[in-house]
């Protein structure tokens, strides 16, 4: 069964770029026809689709967010990083990595992670 963890730092400050890792064990970020994702919500609002790489190691980021993100992979150590440059207040949510089937977005997901808090305060 494939498990996806999340990992990074809880706080970071306004301006800074922010880094987070998703840890992909049972399963291989090279096979099969998957977009691996980065999503976030914050209380009160839904989720919010970042970007993804996918199996062929394309990336698509959300058109809100792209002049700001990055996302990378890891084969060997089967990973995948979100960088998020000069984050503000408003980057303040809750950042979840998942595995969509055959496409990109909110819909199709069959793994994802527990999440992991991300605030950004000076």
């Known amino acids: 069964q494939v498990q996806l963890q999340e990992s990074g730092p809880g706080l970071v400050k306004p301006s800074q770029t922010l880094s987070l890792t998703c840890t992909v064990s049972g399963g291989s970020m090279t096979t099969g026809y998957y977009y691996w994702s980065w999503i976030r919500q914050s209380p009160g609002k839904g989720l919010e689709w970042v970007g993804y790489?996918?199996?062929?190691?394309?990336?698509g980021y959300s058109p809100g967010l792209k002049d700001r993100t990055s996302i990378s992979r890891d084969t060997f150590q089967n990973h995948l990083t979100l960088q998020l440059r000069a984050v503000t207040p408003e980057d303040t949510d809750v950042y979840y990595c998942?595995?969509?089937?055959?496409?990109?977005?909110?819909?199709?997901?069959?793994?994802w992670g527990k999440g992991t808090q991300v605030t950004v305060s000076s």
């Open positions: 998942d595995r969509v089937v055959g496409g990109a977005g909110l819909t199709g997901m069959d793994y």
């Open positions: 790489i996918n199996t062929s190691g394309t990336t």
